[in-house]
């Protein structure tokens, strides 16, 4: 997708905080038509993706409440029609409406041909996938030619369908670790699209959307909060779920909601220090476990346990808002956090309480509304931490910098900001991708390079961002966290060889792609930090 920013938004926000050369400073708002607009698109595009790995499981599984699991799904899918009318118009609302729920009935078939061991429906679901992809990316690029590229959409939604299906295939495996971390990745990476969407948006419609920028320090740090909020929400009802069922893979649904107390931990830790890290950690970490004790008295049908639970999550509430109010008193009042947190913890015994009762229905209405409620929680926490450092999201209102970088297939020579340097070997094109050194680029652009031979291996580092890929793999890692590229990455020449785009867009730049003589451009605006020297950024 054209200006795709897969930069912070799937990584721990210690990156956002820490790394401002990854993010563009542009405003200390965390509100605004573009925030908003990138807020919403990532709420409902994360919320798809793992209503639709549930959904699918559910199917699989022939699960009673399977549904009201697919009526969430479509409902997100009206929500969603609504915003792309709300921006190109009701008929293109409709429009988009057709086409995107004629994907996730093509999930349904999947699962269906699955269940009944049926090759060749299988098949053709995945072939139906597959020209699905192609009418979405034209419908967008249709409706903003200027900004959205129809085949970097495409090869987007190519992503996007695998990241389900690789959810779904792990999980009929048995393979439940694999499951969830596929259902994380896809998640994260609805996120990535949301931003790319905003940016195209705002970028066509300059009077609606004054601040255009949809990514700036503040910004990144409000979606950042959302994303593991919402995450955490719906991972933590869904685990509740499997708890009381007794199903396999419950182990591996907690384990994926403790991980993403670990991201929020971290978070906490990079603005705050460690040992509020550490002590976030701790009060966060006992709600699940009072969550999880009210599961297991829920199923030893112990009432006494069940009103212990719910008095431990009393006091979490008032330990957690005391715990923010302390840190930030002068943003943060305790009492609206606690009845925050109050709000939240009713919205998850709702849910669990209906799917106990078999109302399945208010089951989904309780979820939707946990995960929404999450998002304005995030946006107050980013308000209040952007207003206690300012310094770390306001920047000089200096006009910024554009840095470029010239290469061509079939050519060994890069120009960065047109200094030319002659690389022993050149890009070159795979499979319809382009690919380009690793070290050239980096290096090119201030990063660290580090060669691990006997692992095939090798490491970006660019202050606290650090970017590792292995030859032969179709991912990465960003500071741990695991990131699809879509393509293998190469040995050629003796050089590691990465796709352009990937690579490019990993870092915020966007691509010109010229066909006419094979030779790309990169581009980025780097601001001008008021406090912060460029060459600091990348010690």
Known sequence: MHGLRVKITGLLLSLLLLVPAFASAHTVSTKGPTPDLRSALGQLLG?????????????????????????????????????????????????????????????????????????????KAVADLESYRMAQAKFFADANPKYFEEKAIADGLKMHIDHLLAAFNDYVGKNYAAAYDDAKTAYAHMYMTGDALAGGIAAQFPAKFADAVASNPASDLRSALEQKLGEHALLAIFAMQKGIDGAPDFAAAAASLNRNTDELSAAVASVYGADAGEAFKKVWSSHIGYFVDYVKATGAKDEAAKKKAVAELEEYRMAQAKFFADANPANFSRQAIADGLKMHIDHLLNAFEAY????????YADARTAYAHMFPTGAVLAAGIAAQFPEKFHTAATAPTVMKVWFKVGSNQLIIDGKSTTMNTKPYMENGTAYIPLRYLAEGIGAKVTWDRAAQSVWIDAGDAKAQFWVGKKFMEMNGSRMEIGYPVMMKDDRVQVPVRFIAELFGWDVAWNAKDWSIMLTKAMETMASTDMADMHH
């Open 47 to 123: 919320e798809h993706a793992l209503l639709a790995i549930v959904a699918m499981q559910k199917g699989y599984d022939g699960a009673p409440d399977f549904a009201q699991a697919a009526g969430a799904l479509n409902q997100n899918t009206d929500d969603l029609s609504a915003a792309v009318a709300s921006v190109y118009g009701d008929d293109a609302g409709a429009a988009f409406k057709k086409v995107w729920s004629s994907h996730i009935g093509y999930f349904v078939d999947y699962v269906k041909a699955t269940a009944a061991k049926d090759e060749a429906a299988r098949a």
């Open 356 to 363: 106990v009762a078999k109302d399945y229905a208010a089951v």
